[in-house]
């Protein structure tokens, strides 16, 4: 059986490489021309053959040929490789050749640059990247770069992305796993039909090959890229990493076996911190107010500080650790405020996720993969119907706070029983509440003075809390550019309440703007909507190709009593409007409550969704009439 | 009674003023109680002592003197937006083993109120990190354990350098420093210049003594020292061109070595011998002499030319096309011009020398100007670091030029706004050199024709010309040169309004000596209000300034503008039938500081159109704090003004 595979198998590797070596793919002429629209960059060839020999062995080749067109297609010639100690670069090379394909220059390994991978927001990382630092002289150009790369960690495998992103296109890509029987090998499609995609696996060898993929242009509200790209993700069935060998046949398993080789032994504390934490909880039973009490005493004693080194890549430092220099990761910390729950007899468990704020993004439930593709950690706390979510690298979160970093989406629990997806905190459209009120005067010049009251609670909490702390003269200019549409804002004072046990964060802004309201000969315009306007409508396609996404909702609702000087008097004043549909629903109206005094009222409610291309235009539309509404005017007139 | 009660008051003053103890280790516990920086209440941390103390020591089994640079701190932090003072990246120079510079000792300790009582934790070997960033820096990162606010931190750390030059001294930093001891111990072999920022707003006293050395021979050592007290935070604002030329620093410049029995070696001590010693570098002079490596491309290129306006821009396009800018700056070449003519990829002087060269092999008097980029600050001292880039002058009669070709959408005196700074030195071939002003005092302006129909919806179409020179012509050259004609429209139409725009057409996108010129049909809604019976609108439209940019109340430096610059808009409305004018904005002008700045408005009917004029010219481009207010204010009126609305009646 076996015997019979591996001459077919020799044969196919072969063959694939040696049309890599065809001169055409240097030449700018023969790129197809359907490749060269909307891109900045074409992939002549792309072909990525991974090796697992054994546990411990994987063997990666790659070859890559790109033309450059511009500037902006450079970013994509992307020849750069990380390496570390468990990870070595055997061979590593690039040339370049200009539009006729001739061989312009030629960089060997040692011309490759090699820094390490420190980045702004870590202390330390083992880590190096060695990459290409090539000056284009003129355009098109191409790029033939290969490396081959050794590594005794087979848990991470690359994913197959015959489209890369935006602006670029492909033309061949091949992607290749030939795998022994003991580590196997687990593969999950995303998006594949409507390419020109094969598979051609047989036992022992994944292979795919796409022709002829052409670029995509941006667009806003795109949803993310992996939700509509091709691509193929792929995993061994079992796996050495760092000293450690594992399984990810299922969560459970994997979750098993991450709680027992990485976390178990990780939770001893010195005698002197637990009798410190459980006189902290004496007298208290309710296990939500001690796992508060807890959390407040890791945020008051320590510090997000990174550093990541061999299997500190994955594995927490060790809570007693942390209790000594009082820092760490978020792995290490929250394996520490765990290790305190632990003490004072919370159920909490180290949970794997995928952090990011612009986007919600989910651990793929159905696609069993080493840590589950995840890039942070947080603490869950079971709870009956809704767990607690703890983010352990902030200082200032409110207990439970998680919007706009790890909110709505799947992750990966670690229990001693063993690994399970769960679905983190979603904050609602109506949680989501903003409340604006204000006590505005307007006096015969146009000028306003106002009291505003700012209430925010959900996911707008996150949004406003941050200025609390920056110097007033910061949180002055703040304001000014927040309410950049009124001009010549005057900011006297300002005040915040931050509630953290019911998480509401509160403004109170006393404000005043000269000329608000414009004059045009005897009359003043008046735009009643000082304090929260929209102003920008989302950009215009000709044709939307892409889906669009809202990915949270919020509710905004605005009351100003506005007092108007007694010498002017009221000609016009907008109608009421009420607009709803399935984006959400705006509504406005002024209610005269004496000759001198109007009441105005908005509210604004955006839903979260997942919209088709076809609705784009109808949702650029609400916003357009929202602005509109947004920017209108009462005409006072003054008494004669 | 009072009298006794205010000198035990004055007695504890005393003590605790001068009990304060600075040596490592003995931090007090009024030091870990202090909540907030009295002088400074909105510091995260504050230095609460810092001592930088540079010496040089004679190493007799090396032959030769090390610089050893010696720095104590200790920090207060106050709250968490402070913790970030507790992490410390020492930068050690490491090119080769033999020229790197290495760490001596390095100790750090972290304070904290345990009880009332100091409690210190040592920093251990595992929060110590070595960390080869490239081929020339080496890291020692570390952080501090237990650290909470109000901690304290100490960090004690002593450089071994075989180099001579001292690097800058900050003395002021991002937070205020309450004591700051500076020494600069040097040998009498090696004579320094000194020098304090003259633009800093704080200006340390510094004192300067000699004294004996005895060990391991007997010299004579110049001492600066300097003890300060309170120095306040420097603090970044929008705008400023770079803060770094604000910092009070001193700067230490080798201009001499006198060894005995040996010749005195000369460093740069003036701008001119500075400049003297650039052009005898091989990779600056030498590279100026060099023209076998394109002297036939140059003769075929020019053949037959004999107007010298005609060659210079033949060969500026030359070189513009044919050698590519890979991002490096300096005014000394790095792989040599004859290999970067070769490869077509050079930095700054491979791409300027050549064109310089190439421009005096045509019959051109060119010279090389060294320049000071914006990034680079403005230099305090005659230092061969005060320069860092070159470009190209041309001087000949009635067409004196200033040219850099690094930059594709450059021209003749349109240079990339990077090398606007402070002042250039042109060296001539026979070595002199003088200064000249980089300061642009041409206008780059701006000319919008607006026209525009109201039609019976209220909706509004028309048609946009524009035409811009000079630096504005190059930035939008730069921005748009290279995108689609869908994505230029796409950002025209952005932040506009509900908006559509056809029929976009450029001229002279690629001609850097044209001013380009753009032309485009628009469709506009929701510009025109109808409320009750009348109708309101800017005639500006969507050109309209909707704010004033300058929102900060007061400033401390000075906001630094690229180029002067004029603006010109003139507007033909088409007023809709059915409707007259009940009112109109009212014409207007102001000025800013005398006439650096001017603004005109002026609007009038002419039957059923309205034509509108505007023009806008900001002549200086720096403003100065004392002038900030008069300035904001100018844009203030015309934003007042360029938002007025006009309003249309109902014909009954």
């Not at chain 1, 927040?482 to 005040?495: G, Q, R």
Request: aromatic residues 12%; glycine residues 4%.
């Amino acid at each position: 059986m076996l015997k019979g595979i591996i001459p077919l198998f020799f044969c196919l590797l072969f063959v694939t490489y040696s049309e890599a070596q065809s001169e055409d793919l240097f030449l700018v002429h023969t790129i197809p021309s359907e490749l060269m629209v909307k891109a900045n960059a074409v992939v002549r060839y792309d072909y990525r053959s991974l090796d697992i020999s054994g546990l411990r062995n994987l063997n990666e080749k790659y070859t890559r040929i790109i033309t450059v067109f511009n500037k902006q297609g450079e970013r994509n010639i992307d020849a750069q490789i990380s390496y570390d100690q468990s990870r070595t670069v055997k061979k590593l090379s690039a040339i370049i050749y200009n539009k006729y394909g001739k061989e312009i220059e030629k960089f060997r390994k040692s011309d490759f640059e090699d820094v390490s991978s420190v980045s702004d927001n870590s202390l330390y990382d083992d880590d190096r990247i060695k990459y290409l630092d090539y000056t284009a002289t003129e355009y098109p150009f191409t790029v033939k770069f290969t490396y081959e790369i050794n590594s005794i960690n087979t848990a991470y495998l690359p994913s197959w992305n015959p489209l890369e992103g935006y602006y670029i296109s492909t033309q061949l890509s091949k992607f290749e796993i030939a795998y022994n029987d003991e580590v196997g090998i687990k593969k999950k499609e995303y998006h594949l039909d409507g390419y020109e995609i094969t598979n051609n696996s047989i036992e022992g060898l994944l292979s795919y090959e796409a022709k002829n993929v052409i670029a995509i242009k941006p667009e806003a509200y795109s949803p993310m890229f992996k939700d509509f790209a091709p691509h193929l993700k792929v995993t061994p069935k079992k796996f050495y990493y760092e000293g450690y060998v594992g399984y990810s046949d299922e969560w459970g398993n994997l979750g098993k076996w991450m709680y027992d080789q990485l976390l178990k032994d990780r939770t001893q504390l010195s005698q002197s911190t637990k009798i410190e934490i459980k006189a902290m909880v004496e007298g208290v039973d309710d296990p939500i107010e001690k796992a508060k009490i807890v959390y407040k005493y890791v945020q008051d004693r320590t510090r997000y500080i990174s550093v990541q080194e061999g299997i500190g890549g994955i594995q927490p430092i060790a809570a007693s650790r942390v209790d000594e220099v009082k820092y760490g990761d978020c792995k290490g910390l929250t394996n520490y405020t765990k290790a305190l729950m632990d003490v004072v007899g919370v159920e909490s468990n180290y949970s794997r996720v995928y952090a990011s704020s612009s986007n919600t993004v989910d651990i793929d439930k159905e696609f069993v993969t080493f840590l589950g593709m995840t890039n942070h950690v947080i603490l869950n706390i079971p709870n009956g119907e809704e767990d607690i979510w703890l983010e352990c690298t902030s200082q200032t979160n409110p207990f439970g706070y998680i919007a706009n970093f790890t909110d709505d989406r799947d992750v990966l629990i670690i229990t001693p029983e063993g690994g399970k997806i769960v679905h983190t905190k979603i904050y609602k459209t109506e949680e989501n509440l903003q409340v604006v009120k204000a006590a505005i005067d307007l006096d015969v010049e146009g000028t306003i003075q106002a009291k505003v009251n700012i209430k925010s609670e959900g996911y707008q909490y996150a949004l406003r809390e941050g200025y609390q702390n920056s110097p007033l003269k910061d949180q002055e200019l703040h304001y000014k550019n927040e309410w950049d549409y009124v001009n010549n804002l005057k900011v006297d004072d300002i005040s915040y309440d931050n509630n953290k046990d019911q998480i509401i964060f509160t403004e109170s802004i006393n404000l005043s703007a000269k000329n608000y309201a414009s004059k045009s000969g005897t009359r003043l315009l008046f735009q009643p909507n000082v304090l929260n306007r929209v102003t920008y409508i989302p950009t215009r396609y000709k044709k939307r190709a892409l889906d669009f996404e809202i990915e949270r909702g919020f509710t905004d609702t605005d009351e100003f009593t506005i007092n108007i000087d007694p010498s002017l008097e009221i000609e016009a004043m907008p109608k009421s409007v009420s607009i709803s549909n399935m984006f959400g629903s705006y509504s406005m109206h002024i209610e005269k409550v004496d000759e001198h005094t109007l009441k105005y009222y908005r509210t604004r409610i955006l839903n979260k969704g997942y919209y088709s291309n076809e609705d784009y235009n109808s949702y650029r539309a609400f916003v357009a009439e929202i602005v509109k509404h947004d920017k209108s005017k009462i005409v006072l007139i003054s008494k004669p | 009674m009072i009298k006794n009660i205010s000198t035990i008051i004055l007695i504890i003053f005393a003590f605790t003023v001068q009990g304060q103890n600075y040596k490592l280790g003995k931090v007090s516990v009024e030091e870990l109680e202090e909540k907030i920086n009295p002088n400074d209440t909105i510091a995260n941390a504050t230095i609460l002592y810092k001592k930088h103390d540079v010496r040089f020591e004679y190493r007799e089994n090396e032959d030769g003197f090390f610089q050893i640079i010696s720095v104590h701190e200790r920090i207060k932090i106050y709250n968490k937006d402070g913790f970030n003072w507790a992490t410390k990246k020492i930068k050690l120079y490491n090119k080769s083993a033999s020229n790197s510079e290495k760490l001596q000792t390095l100790k750090a300790y972290t304070y904290n109120l345990e009880g009332g009582k100091v409690v210190k934790e040592k920093l251990k070997k595992d929060g110590i990190f070595d960390e080869v960033a490239n081929k020339y820096w080496k890291y020692k990162t570390l952080t501090l354990p237990n650290i909470k606010e109000g901690s304290v931190i100490e960090i004690k750390y002593e450089i071994i350098s075989p180099y001579k030059q001292i690097d800058d001294i900050k003395l002021q930093y991002s937070i205020p420093v309450k004591k700051y001891e500076v020494y600069v111990k040097t040998p009498e072999y090696y004579v320094f210049n000194k020098l304090l920022n003259p633009r800093a707003a704080y200006h340390p006293k510094l004192e300067t003594s000699r004294r004996n050395v005895s060990i391991p021979f007997a010299y004579i050592e110049d001492v600066i020292s300097s003890k300060l007290s309170n120095v306040p935070a420097l603090r970044d604002e929008p705008m400023v061109d770079n803060i770094n030329n604000y910092a009070a620093k001193l700067i230490m410049e080798l201009s001499m070595t006198r060894f005995p029995n040996r010749m005195t070696n000369s460093y740069a001590t003036s701008w001119e011998k500075v400049t003297k010693t650039i052009y005898d570098i091989p990779s600056f002079g030498d590279q100026l002499r060099k023209k076998s490596y394109f002297e036939d491309d140059i003769d075929a290129l020019i053949s037959g030319e004999s107007d010298l306006g005609v060659k210079t821009n033949l060969i500026y396009n030359f070189v513009k096309s044919k050698v590519k800018w890979n991002s490096y700056y300096g005014y000394t070449t790095d792989v040599g011009v004859r290999k970067a003519y070769k490869e077509g990829v050079g930095n700054t002087a491979e791409i300027n020398l050549m064109l310089i060269a190439m421009l005096r092999y045509a019959g051109i008097n060119a010279n090389p100007v060294l320049i000071s980029t914006k990034n680079n600050g403005i230099p305090l001292f005659p230092t061969r670091q005060g320069f860092n880039y070159v470009i190209c002058f041309i001087e000949n009669e009635g067409f004196n030029m200033l040219l850099d070709a690094t930059n594709l959408y450059s021209t003749f005196n349109i240079l990339p706004t990077r090398v606007l700074n402070w002042q250039g030195r042109v060296i001539r071939e026979n070595g002199s050199s003088v200064w000249m002003d980089l300061a642009v005092n041409a206008m780059s302006k701006e000319s919008i024709f607006l026209n525009a129909k109201i039609n019976q919806d209220f909706s509004v179409e028309g048609k946009v010309r524009t035409s811009k020179t000079n630096y504005l012509a190059m930035e939008y050259r730069q921005r748009f040169a290279n995108i689609s004609a869908e994505d230029h429209i796409k950002y025209l139409e952005k932040d506009n309004g509900e908006i559509e725009i056809n029929n976009l057409e450029l001229k002279s996108i690629n001609d850097p000596l044209q001013p380009v010129q753009s032309s485009y049909d628009y469709n506009l809604n929701g510009a025109i209000e109808e409320i009750g019976d009348n109708l309101y609108f800017s005639p500006m439209l969507f050109f309209a300034t909707k704010e004033n940019p300058f929102k900060q109340d007061t400033r401390n430096y000075p906001i630094s503008i690229n180029y002067p610059v004029s603006s010109k808009y003139v507007i033909n409305v088409a007023l809709p039938e059915g409707y007259e004018i009940e009112s109109l904005p009212e014409n207007f002008a102001t000025i800013y500081d005398s006439d650096s700045g001017k603004f005109s408005y002026i609007i009038k009917q002419n039957g059923n159109y309205l034509q509108v004029l505007i023009n806008m010219e900001l002549s200086t481009t720096m403003i100065l704090p004392n002038n900030y207010h008069a300035f904001k204010e100018f844009y203030r009126q015309i934003v007042e003004n360029e938002t007025e609305k006009v309003v249309l009646k109902k014909i009954l």
